[in-house]
């Protein structure tokens, strides 16, 4: 029978070092004494494996994380880094409340800029009326786009053909005729009287998009306000192509994890795979929620862009990201019931397309700073721009609200610089390859299968790149005196401030989600007191 552990007094003789008289004989469960030299062998021995096991351990470690160190996968990337912890705590931080307070907003800086999520939101409350009023004037209204533009970069699968899928046009007799004059001149034609006009150029040295002249060339007269960016049903392959193609060959090697969740404009509720996919509504204990968000994030899966790149190429990483975020959230800001027939928030759609993606979510407040440093820029352009539409009300409304708004943007300072980048010697490299990657992705939207997703995927990417063209190829003194070196195409004007408005409309959407989110919380709560 085995000894047991000496107690009492024994026990408090042991550990103060006290011996007994006795000789000490090899208890049952003790190995007997070896001689010295057998046990210095002995703890030789172990001490090798002991080694050998801390090197082995080591060995494994290292060849995790970088595989091709060591000759095991010569191919292998490098694992992304690893900032879910962040961004899902961003994520959360949006969605709680602070302590039954008030709601709280995200806090912290912006990355790359010089503003924070609350100086952010606070400015979008200032600007967010006199934007919804300027959008809904004749001038900025009224886009000519050129849906029809073939796909240059695969096949594609066909149109969708469903209602909200396909945009209303415009009666051109509503056009003002300055609008949409088309003046030819003899340099527009070849050498030989009577030969084909030659092609114009998609765009110039300054430019970040394809720009369509509205005075010039195919193209479709709409009314934004008439074919509004939502919920349309559009899904599938060729919705998940448009962004992956995006991120992957324009985003310096992205290649993102897309769900159908995340990828497309409709309802997503069947996954590539063809498994259904199910949006989720978020748990409804506080205290549950990180975790639960830690479980939709694909971040691990290289969704996001490495870390050890030149800043110019996170500022278009981040621009696209915006976007993407954007667009997404206006389709769960106005989503489709089909049992109740009625135009709705969806929380469980936002949580699937925003939360597995928090850093997307943190990059669509980069882009209301990208655009609200464009327009401070632009101010004394945009002051003097003529919004004649021969609409009287409008007209008056436009001299109004313009000097509205930028007073409000006036207000914010300097939060973002953009003389820090495309510096140093690969500066004009750098800025080049930008260009071309941006021009590109304008190009990707006429691969998007639904009118009116092509209308807004082509009208936003032209309101960013308008931006882009503004705070990089201009300088301040630009903008000042008589504009003679400023290149700005009237739809350019209309997409700068309707991308604005876009954006505005999705932060505005967060904290309406914010709100739901603590409905959730506040009635689980409720329905707890009343059962106890």
């Not at 010039?216 to 939502?230: A, H, I, Q, S, T």
């Not at 943007?409 to 750098?430: N, T, Y």
């Not at 032209?462 to 005196?481: E, H, Q, V």
């Amino acid at each position: 029978m085995p000894k047991k552990r000496p107690s009492g007094s024994s026990a408090s003789n042991h550990r103060k070092g006290t011996r007994s008289n006795a000789p000490s004989k090899p208890s049952a469960d003790q190995p007997p004494q070896l001689p010295p030299a057998d046990s210095k062998r002995q703890w030789l021995w172990t001490a090798l494996r002991v080694a050998a096991l801390v090197v082995a351990a080591a060995t494994a470690y290292i060849a995790r994380d970088s595989p091709q160190v060591f000759g095991l996968n010569p191919y292998a990337q490098p694992s992304p880094p690893k900032q879910a912890s962040q961004n899902i705590g961003f994520m959360a931080q949006v969605l709680q409340k602070s302590k039954g307070q008030n709601i709280c907003k995200p806090e912290g800086f912006i990355r790359d800029t010089y503003s924070d999520f609350d100086t952010i939101e606070s400015l979008n409350h200032r600007v967010a009326r006199p934007l919804d009023k300027l959008i809904h004037t004749k001038f900025f209204r009224t886009l000519k786009v050129d849906l029809y533009k073939p796909c240059r970069f695969w096949r594609t699968e066909g149109s969708c053909f469903q209602r909200d899928c396909i945009v209303q046009p415009m009666d051109e007799s509503q056009v003002p005729a300055e609008w949409c004059a088309e003046t030819i001149d003899q340099n527009d034609f070849g050498p030989f009287l009577g030969s084909f006009p030659r092609q114009r150029r998609e765009y110039t040295s300054k430019d970040f998009v394809v720009v369509n002249d509205e005075t010039y060339g195919d193209g479709l007269w709409l009314d934004l306000v008439e074919n509004p960016e939502r919920f349309t049903g559009y899904a599938g392959a060729g919705a998940n192509a448009v962004w992956m193609s995006i991120y992957q060959d324009n985003c310096f090697g992205v290649a993102p994890y897309l769900q159908d969740t995340a990828g497309g404009w409709g309802s997503q509720l069947v996954n590539l795979d063809g498994k259904t996919m199910p949006f989720v509504l978020p748990p409804h204990k506080r205290r549950e929620l990180t975790s639960f968000l830690e479980s939709l994030a694909e971040e691990d899966r290289g969704v996001t862009l490495p870390t050890d790149v030149p800043r110019e190429y996170r500022v278009l990483y981040r621009a696209i990201s915006g976007l993407h975020a954007s667009v997404s959230t206006h389709i769960c800001a106005e989503y489709f019931n089909s049992t109740s027939e009625r135009w709705e928030p969806n929380l469980g759609c936002f949580i699937s397309r925003i939360g597995a993606f928090p850093d997307r979510l943190q990059n669509m407040y980069f882009n209301f700073v990208l655009l609200t440093r464009a327009i401070q820029k632009m101010e004394p352009y945009i002051v003097a721009y003529d919004y004649t539409t021969g609409v009287a009300r409008d007209d008056r409304a436009v001299k109004r609200l313009v000097p509205r708004l930028l007073k409000a943007v006036r207000k914010a300072g300097m939060i973002f610089d953009e003389k820090e980048l495309f510096l140093g010697p690969s500066g004009r490299e750098l800025k080049a390859e930008f260009q071309a990657n941006f021009r590109n992705i304008s190009r990707i939207m006429d691969c998007t299968g639904c009118e009116k997703c092509r209308l807004w995927g082509k009208t936003q990417t032209m309101g960013i790149g308008t931006a882009l063209k503004a705070l990089f190829s201009y300088p301040d003194r630009a903008f000042r005196g008589r504009f003679t070196s400023l290149d700005f195409k009237r739809n350019e004007i209309v997409a700068l401030i309707t991308t604005y408005f876009q954006f505005s409309r999705s932060l505005d959407a967060i904290e309406m989600f914010r709100e739901m989110y603590q409905d959730i919380v506040t009635d689980w709560q409720a329905s707890q007191t009343t059962q106890s």
